[in-house]
């Protein structure tokens, strides 16, 4: 079993910055794809981007240039630097796991609320 907590969400102006931790228990941090997602009210949850093992990383066109994720194996953390925040970016934010074994997203955060004012 996989625990992820998040934090460093809050409230923040548009343009601003924050950056978020995605923490995870286990010893094999280092081979799971991990993803960040994000769910804005009366919207679906949506992918921000994705960090695989290998070291690739895709985003979604929207944050390309202003978000950026990074990994620190052997701190088992996760990170999503969001720069030059906007209004539309408000959300709750998830970073979820995805273990070899599995390919799936099989393990959640409890989410981290981001909000951007204009």
């Known amino acids: 079993q996989v625990q992820l907590v998040e934090s460093g969400g809050g409230l923040v102006q548009a343009g601003g910055s924050l950056r978020l931790s995605c923490a995870a228990s286990g010893r094999t941090f280092s081979t799971y794809t991990m993803g960040w997602f994000r769910q804005a009210p009366g919207k679906e949850r949506d992918v921000v981007g994705i960090s695989w093992s290998g070291g690739r990383i895709y985003y979604i066109e929207s944050v390309k240039g202003r978000f950026t994720i990074s990994r620190d194996n052997a701190k088992n953390t996760v990170y999503l630097q969001m720069n030059s925040l906007k209004p539309e970016d408000t959300a709750v934010y998830y970073c979820?796991?995805?273990?070899?074994?599995?390919?799936?997203?099989?393990?959640w955060g409890q989410g981290t609320q981001v909000t951007v004012s204009s």
């Open positions: 979820a796991a995805a273990p070899s074994s599995t390919g799936k997203y099989d393990y």
